[in-house]
């Protein structure tokens, strides 16, 4: 299973994970996105600083 984490925010975010290991790492914040709120804000969003975590060849 390979997890990815994207953030579409302005600034950063630190991920907590836990299980056989634990650990923390953080994702860049993306420097041109802007903070948008509302229903649609979803769709609004840009694209973003991304972690990917695990086989990159698995798709489970």
Do not use: F, H, Q, W
């Not at 390979?2 to 302005?10: F, T």
């Not at 860049?28 to 990159?56: D, E, M």
């Amino acid at each position: 299973m390979k997890l990815v984490i994207s953030n579409d925010a302005p600034d950063g975010v630190e991920i907590l994970y836990t299980g056989p290991v634990t650990g923390r790492t953080s994702v860049k914040g993306c420097g041109s996105c802007r903070t948008y709120s509302g229903p649609t804000a979803s769709l609004s969003a840009c694209s973003s600083p991304s972690l990917g975590v695990g086989p990159a060849d698995s798709d489970t």
